[in-house]
């Protein structure tokens, strides 16, 4: 804990220092890894030209190909060319079909961007009431059996959860499409209609896992001095818990909220192939399929980076919310 | 470690109630992993039908006394690949583990017996593994080496040896610290023989622990790569295989969707609950926490 006299540019330092070193170790792992997704996808013979044109081609188109790539060259300058063309946002053109990767990533973006941001709202909403209430509760029988739900709920993996809604939602009720994407540009309306049950399956499972750590906190702040002490003041429990509680249950679930904020991006893969949606998760997967292995690697890499510097960003808000905690750990 | 001497008579007494009252959930995560371990030892030797036997006339049949669970597209029996699909679930879940535990736990060890570089080192290495997803890695180790049972089971494998690294190290600390380790370096015993007399069976307890919340997520992990294609290829009966298939019968036949994902659910909420309930008996202050 710092001293109370510390002064708040004292404070500020060590939180860039702090902030700093957290950066640098950021761009080591994404180094790191990109290394390894690089040698991992290069280091098996059989060359990418010969999967491009296929087994009928000669040995010279082969060739030829191979030149025009760039891969007869040695692999640490292959790994410059790639990073160097990432670092300066050209993704390189397909393997396969030889188009530029950039635009078919930015349009499978407008699909994955807002599923994670619907499945992380939809988490929210189930995660916060629901934790909330069964701490508070924790004592009666409705706590105990919100806090089994939530078991339940985490042990449900997000594509069974997306295939039992489909039956029931989509092919019982047929409320809303089992798959499939309608583009924004044809009807925001459509698109978000084509989202509703994927949010919904992503969602719960991280709003199931992120309510067990909201239960936690609160339970913790409940039973706190500083909550008797504001009870002793006179403030009705409901504000004490509003006003002095829910800041100091955010710091651990904000940690996981960044967790789960991986979590979902990583779930949108699974969950776009559950749903047909035409998003990053599928691109990657087709590319897997195709042995596109440059746009795998560029995908790889985009989606490493963002879990990073989210992780990155939760650490240090992380710090922010709650200033009690050691900068200089 | 719990060992409550003046509870001891009672605990004698009544040994089952007693752990049905203190941990509920070991209980019940014990007794699903149980039937899951005895279904899949039965279906190693005994199945009702072969699980690739295609029988031509009896497609998508619904339950019946014939096929407990129906038959698929293809008239193959759901119950007997599903015991099937049990089996190489556990095999390649297992094995998942098993690579981590055997490089995760000597690394925690020598991460946590040698402070300087070297511990300093594997711990980055580890945070490394750990901070790029598990699925993430698998499928890009599918894309190089293509889809299989082995590649589907090292990729876990290989992204679960951080947890097992973290957990060794941070429950090896305090005993290489503790004054009984300290007199047996006295007293001239070699480091070796310190970890396995007096560091490794005090974290054993918590590895077992990490192991039953580990095959959670490798379950999970296993049938979700199956699920995309990414796992074992067909024919093999994998429950995330029939999934896969089961979700072009949705509108004839959904009840196809539900055995396979209420089989993967209920091996997860096993394996998570039994960890959660052997972690609340080792220790109890952890209650409650996630």
Same mark, same amino acid.
């Given at each position: 804990?710092?001293?109370?006299e510390?002064a ?11 902030a700093?070193?957290?950066l640098?170790? /950021?761009i080591?792992?994404? +180094?790191?890894a990109?290394?390894?997704?690089? %040698? ?9 030209a010969q999967v ?13 190909l ?9 692999l640490?300058l292959?790994?410059?060319?790639w990073i ?11 393997y396969?079909? *030889?188009?530029?990767? %950039?635009?078919?990533? *930015?349009?499978?973006?407008a ?10 709202? +939809? ?13 508070? !509760? ?11 739900? /939530? ?7 997000n ?5 039992l $809604?489909?039956?029931?939602v989509?092919?019982d009720?047929?409320?809303l499409p089992?798959?499939? +994407? ?10 978000? !209609? ?9 969602g719960?499972v991280e709003g ?7 239960? /936690?906190?609160?339970?913790?702040v ?15 429990a409901?504000r004490a ?16 909220? *960044?967790l789960?904020?991986? *979590?979902?991006?990583?779930?949108a893969?699974?969950i776009?192939?559950?749903? /047909? ?15 596109? $292995? ?5 995908i ?13 960003l939760?650490?240090l ?13 | 470690m719990?060992v ?11 040994p089952?109630?007693?752990?049905? =009252? ?6 019940f995560?014990?007794?699903v ?10 279906? =190693?030797?005994w ?10 006339g ?17 008239g193959?029996?759901?119950l007997?690949r ?7 679930t556990?095999l ?10 055997l490089?995760?736990v000597? &690394? ?5 017996s040698?402070?300087?570089a ?17 699925? #993430?890695a ?13 590649t589907?089971t090292?990729a876990i494998?290989?992204?679960?040896i951080?947890?097992?690294?973290r957990?060794?190290?941070? &429950? &090896? ?9 300290q ?14 007399r007096?560091?490794? @069976?005090?974290?054993?307890?918590f ?8 095959l959670?997520?490798?379950? #999970? ?12 290829? @067909?024919?093999?009966a ?6 896969e ?6 509108y004839?036949?959904p009840?196809?969707?539900?055995w396979p994902? #209420? &089989? ?27």
């Amino acid at each position: 804990m710092l001293p109370a006299e510390d002064a708040p540019d004292r404070r500020d330092l060590a939180f860039l220092r702090f902030a700093a070193r957290r950066l640098v170790a /950021t761009i080591l792992t994404l +180094f790191g890894a990109s290394v390894l997704v690089f %040698a991992v996808l290069n280091i098996l013979p059989g060359s990418p030209a010969q999967v491009i044109l296929g087994t009928q081609a000669t040995p010279a188109s082969v060739r030829e190909l191979t030149i025009k790539l760039g891969l007869n060259q040695p692999l640490p300058l292959q790994y410059l060319h790639w990073i160097g063309g990432l670092l300066s946002l050209h993704l390189g053109n397909s393997y396969i079909s *030889g188009q530029p990767i %950039a635009p078919e990533l *930015g349009a499978a973006l407008a699909v994955t961007g807002p599923l994670v941001a619907l499945g992380l709202l +939809f988490g929210l909403a189930i995660a916060v009431p629901t934790g909330i209430l069964s701490a508070l !509760r924790h004592r009666r029988a409705s706590g105990t059996w919100l806090a089994a739900a /939530t078991q339940v709920g985490i042990a449900i993996p997000n594509f069974v959860l997306g295939i039992l $809604l489909i039956i029931v939602v989509a092919v019982d009720w047929r409320l809303l499409p089992a798959s499939g +994407f309608i583009p924004w540009s044809q009807s925001v309306g459509g698109a978000l !209609r084509s989202l509703v049950l994927p949010a919904i399956s992503l969602g719960l499972v991280e709003g199931a896992i992120l309510s067990r750590y909201v239960r /936690t906190a609160i339970l913790g702040v409940v039973q706190a001095d500083y909550l008797r002490t504001a009870r002793a003041k006179g403030l009705p429990a409901r504000r004490a818990l509003v006003r002095h509680g829910v800041r100091n249950a955010s710091v651990p679930v904000l940690t996981v909220l *960044g967790l789960e904020l991986s *979590g979902l991006i990583i779930g949108a893969v699974v969950i776009e192939a559950v749903f /047909t949606l035409p998003g990053v998760g599928s691109l990657l997967l087709s590319s897997v399929a195709n042995r596109d $292995l440059i746009t795998v690697q560029d995908i790889v890499m985009l989606v490493a980076t963002v879990v990073v510097v989210t992780n990155l960003l939760v650490d240090l808000l992380y710090r922010v919310v709650d200033p009690r905690l050691e900068v200089g750990g | 470690m719990s060992v409550e001497l003046g509870l001891r008579p009672a605990a004698a007494r009544r040994p089952v109630r007693r752990l049905v =009252t203190r941990s509920p959930s070991a209980v019940f995560g014990g007794l699903v992993v149980g039937g899951i371990l005895l279904v899949a030892i039965v279906a =190693t030797f005994w199945t009702p039908y072969g699980p690739l036997t295609i029988s031509t006339g009896k497609e998508l049949l619904p339950p019946s006394a014939a096929h407990l669970m129906g038959t698929d597209e293809y008239g193959r029996d759901v119950l007997s690949r599903l015991m099937s699909g049990t089996d190489l679930t556990l095999l390649s879940s297992v094995g998942a583990v098993l690579i981590a535990g055997l490089v995760g736990v000597p &690394a925690g060890l020598l991460a946590a017996s040698r402070r300087g570089a070297v511990g300093e080192t594997i711990m980055r290495l580890a945070d490394l593994v750990y901070s790029f997803p598990a699925l #993430l890695a698998a499928i890009t180790l599918v894309a190089a080496f293509g889809a299989s049972t082995v590649t589907a089971t090292v990729a876990i494998g290989v992204a679960s040896i951080p947890s097992f690294a973290r957990v060794t190290r941070s &429950a &090896a600390l305090p005993v290489l610290a503790s004054e009984y380790v300290q007199a047996a370096r006295a007293y001239g015993r070699s480091p070796l023989a310190i970890l396995r007399r007096h560091v490794l @069976p005090n974290v054993a307890p918590f590895i077992i622990v990490q192991v039953s919340l580990l095959l959670s997520v490798t379950v #999970l992990a296993v049938a979700a790569l199956s699920y995309l294609g990414l796992g074992t290829p @067909p024919p093999t009966a994998t429950w995330g295989g029939m999934l896969e298939n089961a979700q072009s019968y949705l509108y004839q036949d959904p009840l196809l969707a539900v055995w396979p994902g #209420l &089989a993967i659910a209920l091996s997860v909420l096993g394996f998570n609950a039994l960890g959660d309930g052997l972690r609340d008996l080792l220790d109890p202050t952890l209650r409650g926490r996630s």
